[in-house]
């Protein structure tokens, strides 16, 4: 069966660092990934997407990466600040459904 | 211009009630996704509706649980019968459109816990 899994449960970083979360999915036939950030008691938040024709998209402070080849995409956090510390989900959407799958998080934490 | 409301925000039930969790859709927005979170875990999807239709509900256990959109109101996810092992937190996410690369916009949740 498809799955989005994360490779580290955990990242703990010093303010001012870049971070860098990693996803595995196992599904080639997904066509459109999303990172979502969860601050603690509350819902997810969009971050960025990008789709399947592409592998790079920015915005600000962040970057998705996507490789289709190994089936692996990234988040990229440019000079994190204690604000980034949340639980981030990589997340797969199916092109007809519209349901998401999402992996089981990566807690990040910014150190002062 | 308010965003996807749900209520209540906190939900505590004994064995064998019921809950009714209600979700208010983002204006404009006709798709409404349903998901489960348990703690330390990603969010898993139970049933994506539009107006008066289920569109996919294979995320939803087959027994105790049930969800409707109705024309008029809030999205309800019904769950009967409670049991400790439905104590999760509940989000519901709306699109405009329902199509795979819309924006889904998440509610802040129902935490329901089941004593």
């Known amino acids: 069966g498809e799955s989005v899994g994360l490779h580290l449960p955990t990242l703990s970083v010093q303010e001012g660092d870049n971070s860098i979360i990693n996803c595995a999915y196992s599904?080639?036939?997904?066509?459109?990934f999303i990172w979502y950030k969860q601050e603690s008691g509350k819902g997810p938040q969009f971050i960025i997407d990008?789709?399947?024709?592409?592998d790079k998209r920015q915005g600000q402070r962040v970057t998705v990466l996507l490789n289709k080849t190994v089936k692996h995409l990234s988040l990229q956090i440019a000079a994190t600040q204690p604000g980034d510390s949340a639980v981030y989900f990589c997340?797969?959407?199916?092109?007809?459904?519209?349901?998401?799958?999402f992996g089981d998080g990566t807690t990040l934490t910014v150190k002062p | 211009n308010a965003g996807v409301m749900q209520n209540p925000r906190h939900l505590v039930r004994r064995r064998g009630q019921e809950a009714r969790l209600r979700c208010s859709p983002m204006?404009?927005?006709?798709?409404v996704y349903w998901y489960r979170q348990l703690p330390e875990e990603g969010l898993k999807f139970m049933v994506y509706?539009?107006?008066?239709?289920?569109?996919?509900e294979s995320g939803m256990p087959k027994e105790r649980f049930s969800a409707e959109f109705p024309k008029e109101g809030p999205s309800i996810l019904r769950i009967q019968q409670v049991v400790r092992g439905d104590s999760a937190a509940y989000f519901c996410?709306?699109?405009?459109?329902?199509?795979?690369?819309?924006?889904?916009?998440f509610g802040p949740g129902t935490r329901l816990t089941v004593l």
């Open positions: 997340a797969e959407t199916y092109s007809n459904a519209g349901k998401s799958t």
């Open positions: 990008i789709r399947s024709n592409m």
């Open positions: 204006k404009g927005h006709s798709h």
């Open positions: 509706l539009q107006k008066e239709n289920i569109i996919d």
């Open positions: 996410a709306s699109s405009p459109l329902g199509q795979a690369t819309d924006t889904q916009y």
């Open positions: 599904n080639s036939a997904s066509d459109y």
